[in-house]
């Protein structure tokens, strides 16, 4: 008797979908359409890069950081993912990846003000004020107007006037 219950309640449910007992899914509509298609290789918009942008301005770098990786090894020489992904390895401390961003970045998009920015934040970040401070000029000297410019090189002058010690003077605090 159970085994006819049973029987019957597949055969309905089959009776209610398209494809048959094997192509049932929960959302009502067939499973081959919430298929997961996260292996795509093909991304047809910004759709990554767009994603880890949101995730870098809630400062949620490690998540910013694997989409910009996704999206450089999708388009290697996209300057959008190459930037972003050397902005979120620095902000994240893996300086070695950011470098090699850098590397591949510069002959894509040339001298312009978003690598010399960049490019001597990362240097700030490591405590290379003088490579910052070169980088950071040639920046504002292509548009003084340019806020990001003129914000770097305040962060470098505050950055400047605090001394530097090495970890065993805090020993007696």
Do not use: W
Request: hydrophobic share 35%; charged share 20%.
């Amino acid at each position: 008797m159970r085994a006819t219950i049973i029987i019957l309640s597949l055969f309905t449910l089959a009776s209610c979908t398209e494809g048959g007992v094997g192509d049932l899914s929960s959302f009502g509509d067939e499973a081959s359409t919430i298929a997961d298609t996260s292996n795509r290789e093909y991304y047809p918009n910004d759709e990554l890069i767009v994603a880890a942008k949101l995730q870098f301005s809630s400062k949620n770098y490690g998540k910013a950081n694997s989409l910009f990786k996704k999206a450089v090894d999708l388009a290697p020489n996209d300057p959008q993912a190459l930037l972003g992904y050397a902005a979120t390895s620095d902000m994240l401390r893996r300086f070695d990846q950011a470098d090699m961003a850098y590397r591949r970045l510069q002959p894509v998009i040339g001298n312009r003000i978003e690598f010399h920015n960049n490019y001597g934040y990362s240097q700030l970040l490591r405590g290379n004020l003088q490579v910052a401070r070169r980088h950071f000029l040639i920046a504002y000297e292509q548009d003084p107007s340019n806020a990001y410019a003129a914000n770097n090189l305040e962060l470098l002058r505050n950055s400047s006037n605090y001394q530097r010690r090495s970890r065993g003077d805090l020993r007696g605090i």
